[in-house]
C-alpha cells in the first residue's frame, strides 16, 4: 500500500474535485457515540467497531464511516438541499483476513435533495465514475428498495415479512427462512417438540435468563402462529428467485425486470425508479449498456442501504477491495432526523486503492 503522504496527497486532490462539484467540506470527530449510532451500521459493521467506553460520554467508537455522522450533523442543522464532501480515516477491525487495512482513508460526497432523486442518484455515480475515469475498473450495481418490496409484496404473515427483510443482509439466513416459509423445510425438531408442550414454562427449572416469563410466552405464541401461517406459494419464491437472479447490463436488466412485475406488482413502482435513474445516468452521458445490475448486489453492504446501490472494482485484482462504494439511504435520513427525512445518496472513493491502480503504490 503507498505511503501516508501519498494517500493524503490524492485525497486532498478528490476532495477538491467533489468541492468543485459543489459540495460544502464536512469534518466529524473521530470519536463517536457508539449507543446512538452503532446500530444503524448493521451486523457487520457493529462486530467491526472498535468501541470503547467513556465514564462521562458512554460508550464511543472510532468511526466506522462518515455517512452516518454527516447525516446526524446535517439532520440537526443543514439547509437543503445540501452536498458535502470529507476525506479521513475510518476504523473497521479485520477479523479474517490481517492482510486488509483496519484504518484507511475515504473521501466522500453526500447529496441532500428531495428534487430528483434519480437524478441525484446518477450525479454521484457520474462523479466517482469520472474520477476513476483513468483507471480500468468495472461497476456493479443494485437496488436495496427492489429487494425491500418484492418482500413485502409476498402473501404471508407481516411478521415473516419484517423477519426477511432484516435478513436481507445475510442471504444464506434469508434462503434458509424462505425455504422454512414456503415449507420447503420443515419446522426444527426441537422447536416442533416445543411448541407441542401444553404448559412449556412449567418445567420447574427457574428463571435465569434475561428475558421475561412474559417475553417467553409470547414469543412461543408468535412461533405457533408461524407454524400455523399458510405456506408462501412456490410461484411467488420463483418470482423473488428470478429477482434475486437478474444479472445483466442495466438495459437489458430492466427488461427482465418488467417481466418480473408483471406477476410482482408490488415492484413496479421500484422498477419505475430504476427507468428514471437509468434514464437519468444515460442524459449525463454515461454508457449505461456497459453497467451491470445484478439482483442479489448489495446485500453484504452497510445496512442503512434502501436504495441504488454501487460499487467500483478491479477485474482480476482479488487482493485489493473496491476502489469506490455507495449508495442511497433514505430511511436514516428519517432515523436520524427526529420526525424529518430527505432523499439522501452518497459514494466514498478509497485514495490508496486508487494508488495502487494508478501504479502508484
Ligand atoms: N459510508 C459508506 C459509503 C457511502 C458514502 N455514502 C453512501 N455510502 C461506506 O463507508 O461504505
Known sequence: MPQKALIRARAAE?????????????ETPLLQPAEVLLDLYGEDIRARAYVTSDSLLGEQMLRPDFTVPVVQMHMQHGAEPARYTYAGEVFRRQDADTSRANEYTQVGYEVFDRDNPA????EVFGLIHVALADVDVRASTGDIGLLMAAVQGLET????KEALKRHIWRPRRFRALLDRYSGRMTVPQSRQALLDMDAPLQTGVPFIGLRSPDEISERIEALREDVNAAPISSVQV??????LD???TLPFALERLRDIAVDMPAITHAVFSLRERIDAMDAKGIDVG????????GRTNMEYYDGFVFEFH???RADLPAVATGGRYDAL???LGGGNEIPAVGAVIRPEVLLALEGQA
Open 290 to 297: 456497459a453497467i451491470e445490475f445484478e439482483g442479489s448486489y
Open 333 to 335: 435520513t428519517r432515523v
Open 14 to 26: 478528490l476532495r477538491a474535485t467533489f468541492e468543485a462539484a459543489g459540495a460544502t467540506v464536512a
Open 238 to 243: 420463483e418470482l423473488l428467485d428470478a429477482l
Open 314 to 316: 478491479a477485474e482480476g
Open 246 to 248: 437478474v444479472r445483466e
Open 157 to 160: 404473515t407481516d411478521r415473516r
Open 119 to 122: 437524478a441525484a442518484d446518477a
